[in-house]
Protein backbone atom coordinates (compact mmCIF):
# COMPACT_ATOMS: atom_id res chain seq x y z
CA UNK A 1 0.00 0.00 0.00
CA UNK A 2 1.01 3.36 -0.85
CA UNK A 3 -0.21 7.24 -0.01
CA UNK A 4 1.37 9.76 -1.57
CA UNK A 5 0.72 13.11 -0.77
CA UNK A 6 1.37 15.98 -2.73
CA UNK A 7 1.09 19.80 -3.23
CA UNK A 8 2.18 21.40 0.35
CA UNK A 9 4.10 24.42 -0.22
CA UNK A 10 5.25 28.07 1.64
CA UNK A 11 1.94 30.40 1.04
CA UNK A 12 1.44 34.03 2.68
CA UNK A 13 -1.36 33.96 5.35
CA UNK A 14 -4.50 34.04 3.93
CA UNK A 15 -3.34 31.84 0.99
CA UNK A 16 -4.77 28.62 -0.40
CA UNK A 17 -3.28 25.94 -1.15
CA UNK A 18 -4.45 22.15 -2.15
CA UNK A 19 -3.07 18.83 -1.00
CA UNK A 20 -3.56 15.43 -2.73
CA UNK A 21 -3.11 12.52 -1.89
CA UNK A 22 -3.11 9.08 -4.59
CA UNK A 23 -3.17 5.69 -3.35
CA UNK A 24 -2.41 2.44 -4.43
CA UNK A 25 -2.44 -1.01 -3.55
CA UNK A 26 -5.35 -0.68 -1.60
CA UNK A 27 -9.24 -0.83 -2.50
CA UNK A 28 -9.56 2.96 -2.39
CA UNK A 29 -13.16 2.80 -2.34
CA UNK A 30 -13.31 0.87 0.46
CA UNK A 31 -11.47 2.73 2.58
CA UNK A 32 -12.51 5.66 4.80
CA UNK A 33 -9.23 8.88 4.39
CA UNK A 34 -8.05 11.04 6.86
CA UNK A 35 -5.72 13.88 6.83
CA UNK A 36 -3.72 14.96 9.91
CA UNK A 37 -0.94 17.78 10.45
CA UNK A 38 1.98 17.61 12.71
CA UNK A 39 4.09 20.74 14.01
CA UNK A 40 7.53 20.94 15.25
CA UNK A 41 7.65 19.63 18.57
CA UNK A 42 4.14 18.75 18.66
CA UNK A 43 1.62 15.63 18.45
CA UNK A 44 0.02 14.24 15.19
CA UNK A 45 -3.60 16.08 15.01
CA UNK A 46 -6.92 15.11 13.44
CA UNK A 47 -7.69 18.05 10.38
CA UNK A 48 -10.20 16.27 8.55
CA UNK A 49 -11.83 12.75 7.46
CA UNK A 50 -14.21 11.70 4.50
CA UNK A 51 -16.03 8.25 4.54
CA UNK A 52 -15.54 5.74 1.71
CA UNK A 53 -18.58 7.38 -0.52
CA UNK A 54 -17.80 10.95 0.49
CA UNK A 55 -21.29 11.35 2.12
CA UNK A 56 -19.86 11.82 5.62
CA UNK A 57 -17.07 14.29 6.22
CA UNK A 58 -15.58 15.36 9.98
CA UNK A 59 -13.71 18.12 10.41
CA UNK A 60 -11.57 19.74 13.36
CA UNK A 61 -12.75 22.60 15.09
CA UNK A 62 -9.43 25.09 14.06
CA UNK A 63 -10.08 23.97 10.24
CA UNK A 64 -13.95 24.20 9.57
CA UNK A 65 -15.21 26.99 7.13
CA UNK A 66 -11.23 26.87 6.02
CA UNK A 67 -10.84 23.61 4.71
CA UNK A 68 -12.55 21.19 2.66
CA UNK A 69 -11.92 17.69 2.27
CA UNK A 70 -13.06 15.67 -0.67
CA UNK A 71 -12.39 12.62 -3.13
CA UNK A 72 -12.44 10.76 -6.15
CA UNK A 73 -12.65 7.23 -6.52
CA UNK A 74 -12.61 6.85 -9.65
CA UNK A 75 -8.64 8.42 -9.22
CA UNK A 76 -7.73 6.82 -6.00
CA UNK A 77 -7.19 10.19 -4.95
CA UNK A 78 -8.21 12.01 -1.54
CA UNK A 79 -8.14 15.92 -1.52
CA UNK A 80 -7.45 18.55 0.79
CA UNK A 81 -8.58 22.55 0.05
CA UNK A 82 -7.11 24.50 2.28
CA UNK A 83 -8.11 28.10 1.92
CA UNK A 84 -7.40 31.14 4.49
CA UNK A 85 -4.61 29.62 5.47
CA UNK A 86 -2.80 30.73 8.78
CA UNK A 87 0.90 30.79 10.13
CA UNK A 88 -0.28 28.07 12.84
CA UNK A 89 -1.48 25.77 9.69
CA UNK A 90 2.28 25.28 8.95
CA UNK A 91 2.90 21.86 9.74
CA UNK A 92 4.08 18.25 8.12
CA UNK A 93 0.44 17.10 6.67
CA UNK A 94 0.10 13.34 6.71
CA UNK A 95 -3.07 11.12 4.27
CA UNK A 96 -4.14 7.66 6.36
CA UNK A 97 -6.73 5.39 5.19
CA UNK A 98 -8.36 3.21 7.57
CA UNK A 99 -11.56 0.40 7.94
CA UNK A 100 -14.01 3.33 10.07
CA UNK A 101 -13.92 7.07 9.72
CA UNK A 102 -12.73 8.21 12.77
CA UNK A 103 -10.75 11.31 14.45
CA UNK A 104 -8.05 9.24 16.14
CA UNK A 105 -4.52 8.46 15.05
CA UNK A 106 -4.68 4.79 15.77
CA UNK A 107 -7.33 4.08 14.07
CA UNK A 108 -5.91 4.54 10.88
CA UNK A 109 -4.24 1.60 9.15
CA UNK A 110 -1.85 3.18 6.03
CA UNK A 111 -0.47 6.49 5.78
CA UNK A 112 1.66 8.92 3.56
CA UNK A 113 5.18 10.42 3.74
CA UNK A 114 3.66 13.67 4.48
CA UNK A 115 3.69 17.10 2.60
CA UNK A 116 4.98 20.30 4.49
CA UNK A 117 2.84 23.49 4.73
CA UNK A 118 4.55 26.45 5.70
CA UNK A 119 2.65 29.27 5.79
CA UNK A 120 4.28 32.98 6.29
CA UNK A 121 2.77 36.17 8.54
Known amino acids: VQLQASGGGLVQAGGSLRLSCAAS????????MGWFRQAPGKEREFVGA????????YYADFVKGRFTISRDNAKNTVYLQMNSLKPEDTAVYYC???????????????WGQGTLVTVSS
Open 50 to 57: ISWSGGIK
Open 25 to 32: GLTFRSYA
Open 96 to 110: AAGDVLRKQVEEYDY
